[in-house]
């Protein structure tokens, strides 16, 4: 039978899942990471709080390992994220540098972070959620210090300190047309034609089946596409109130299976990562109570219709 990877893999795509360091102990959950994705994501362990906890001392610990693993399965790193307001030290999001300051602790994140990953990170979100759901600049330590300027600063910084690359901004909740992804469009045209160095846009995907499906995927993903950037669907998860029952989850598999197809029918699509594959080690159920069942495998590492649905999409049977 073959892998969710390897089903991509004859697509011309990769299909990842995110981890984090606290899993890694578990055997039967490493078992099927290490052979069902080709390709991984740190979940936390890349974060600006994880890597640079006091200015300047720089801790690569946790981000080393998943790399480590990755690759002796063979498998890409996306790299996430080097710039996010969130989980952020408090000594960055205390504030109160100026914008000089800023800059540059920003730029030496940013260099730091992505010149120890040079050449292990095929992707990087170097900015992530940078937009409000209206599609406006959101307010946070680095747009009130800088401005808008922030994000081709970061970018720069991470093109100069890994040339190979490709640079990522990432968001939630534009996956379908609407304000926040017309402002994503707005953001990244302008970023291009200023000439900033931009090689993707990472659609989240946290999806909810009581909120319905993202409108128009396809024709979102590809008028991204038709910039010249590429675009991958960075953290899918689809979520639902509890309990879950085979209605709700024949739904979810649905929804998977036309997440898949969406990607695959755009050329520029390059690949689809899950947050993480377990409902055993969802964020969802912690940060919405009463909703959770959002991945293709279960708490207990059984597939879901979910995963069954995956398959077929992406070409098994
Ligand atoms: O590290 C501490 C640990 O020391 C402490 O004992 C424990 C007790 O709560 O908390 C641990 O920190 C948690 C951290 O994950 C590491 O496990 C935080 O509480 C928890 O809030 C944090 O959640 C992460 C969340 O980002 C924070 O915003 C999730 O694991 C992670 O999956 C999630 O991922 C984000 C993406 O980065 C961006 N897009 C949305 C996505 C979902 O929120």
């Known amino acids: 039978e073959p892998t969710l990877g390897e089903l991509a893999a004859a697509k011309g795509r990769y299909f990842g899942s995110a981890t984090d360091n606290p899993e890694l102990s578990d055997a039967p959950y490493v078992s099927i990471l290490s052979s ?6 740190p979940g936390n362990a890349m974060k600006w709080e994880s890597t640079e906890p006091q200015r300047g001392r720089f801790d690569f610990a946790k981000g080393d390992e998943i790399v480590e ?3 002796r399965n063979g498998q890409q790193v996306r790299g996430h994220t080097l710039v996010w307001h969130s989980q952020l030290p408090s000594w960055v999001s205390d504030g109160g ?3 000089e300051e800023l800059r540059s602790i920003l730029r030496n994140h940013v260099t730091t972070v992505a010149s120890h990953y040079k050449g292990k990170v095929v992707h990087w979100d170097v900015v992530n959620e940078p937009l409000n759901e209206d599609g406006t600049l959101r307010d946070t330590v680095f747009s009130r210090t800088l401005g808008e300027s ?9 093109r100069a300190a890994d040339p190979d690359a490709k640079l990522y901004i990432n968001d939630y909740n534009i996956d379908g047309i609407g304000a926040k992804s017309d402002g994503m469009y707005r953001l ?14 990472g659609f989240q995907g946290h999806l909810a089946l009581q909120y319905g499906f993202p409108s128009r995927m396809q024709e979102n993903l590809q008028r991204f596409a038709d910039l010249g950037l590429d675009v991958a669907i960075t953290e899918l998860d689809i979520r639902m109130q509890l309990p879950a029952d085979s209605a709700k989850l024949a739904t979810q598999a ?17 690949g689809i990562t899950i947050w993480d594959f377990t409902d055993k080690y969802s964020w969802i159920p912690d940060v919405f109570p009463g909703e959770g069942a959002a991945l293709p495998w279960d708490e207990n590492l059984r597939p879901k219709p979910a995963y069954d649905a995956l398959r077929v999409a992406l070409g098994g049977d």
């Open 150 to 158: 922030y994000i081709a600063e970061a970018l720069r910084a991470a």
């Open 97 to 99: 540098f100026s914008a």
């Open 188 to 201: 990244v045209k302008s970023l291009k034609e200023q000439g900033v160095p931009l090689d993707g846009v």
């Open 69 to 71: 693993l990755a690759q």
């Open 254 to 270: 649905a929804w998977y299976s036309d997440v898949t197809k969406a990607c695959l029918a755009v050329s520029r699509c390059v």
């Open 36 to 41: 069902e994705f080709t390709s991984i994501t």
